[in-house]
């Protein structure tokens, strides 16, 4: 995994370019607020299950090393970049571009940790003027993209806390062969109605006491769907 460094904000944080399931699933725990069990990780980590017999004591020392050392990276990382096989849909004029099936509502890359995303619906078309669009149509196709996801404001999904969800703060579309076809930045964030915040905190704090959980889960869930996760934290 290589770090790197981007500005935003007048502050700097760290990026993990395409991060390892086992990194993002250390992200997932630290920006839970919880300490993993290291020796777990290490025994259902391949490189042990698949070690020679004679030699899992040492490994898995090592793995649990690995465990740590992934764990302690995360206390920096605040954005990462994934880079995401996908294929466009049919040119929509209406929207001036193409459909991308990836910010769909409630569709996530499939990691482990999942990752989702807050703000999907400002991305669902990438946007491309008629005469260009013909021509990646024409030599690109609509299979063959990647799309590189930059992601921030890393934090549990509200409706399902297994999974990663971040803010798309910028995507770059390019081929195969990594010609760029375009990129798409994120809006400025509107700011948070103080009274529906405090509205939202108070419901998940009288979870289980004045509100039933299950109705709690299933609003939350319902907000998230709808793009309103930024609302939640």
């Known amino acids: 995994v290589v770090i790197t460094l981007f500005s935003g904000a007048g502050a700097q944080a760290e990026t993990a370019d395409n991060p390892s399931n086992e990194l993002l699933g ?3 725990m630290h920006k839970s607020g919880k300490t993993p069990n290291f020796e777990t990780i290490a025994r259902d980590s391949n490189v042990f299950r698949n070690a020679d ?3 899992k004591k040492k490994v898995l020392e090592e793995e649990i ?5 992934n764990f302690e990276a995360t206390v920096n990382i605040d954005a990462i970049r994934l880079p995401v096989s996908i294929t466009f849909g049919q040119y929509d004029f209406e929207a001036e571009g193409f459909p991308v099936p990836l910010f769909a509502s409630g569709t996530v890359i499939s990691s482990n940790p999942k990752v989702g995303f807050t703000n999907a619906h400002d991305f669902r078309h990438f946007k491309v003027e008629g005469d260009k669009a013909r021509d990646i149509a024409d030599k690109v196709g609509y299979s063959g ?10 934090k549990p999904s ?5 999974s990663l969800v971040g803010r798309v703060i910028e995507i770059e579309y390019t081929t195969k062969d990594g010609s760029m076809l375009g990129s798409m ?3 400025a964030e509107a700011p948070v109605d103080p009274a529906q915040e405090r509205a939202l905190q108070e419901i998940r704090a009288n979870a ?4 039933d959980p299950q109705y709690v889960d299933a609003f939350l869930r319902l907000m998230a769907e709808q793009d309103d996760a930024r609302l939640l934290t």
């Open 26 to 28: 250390a992200i997932l």
């Open 208 to 211: 289980g006491s004045h509100f």
């Open 65 to 69: 090393a690995t465990a740590k050392s």
């Open 53 to 55: 017999p004679f030699d």
């Open 158 to 162: 509200p409706s399902d806390p297994r």
């Open 145 to 154: 993209v990647t799309a590189n996801v930059l992601l921030t404001d890393l």
């Open 185 to 187: 930045k994120a809006e």
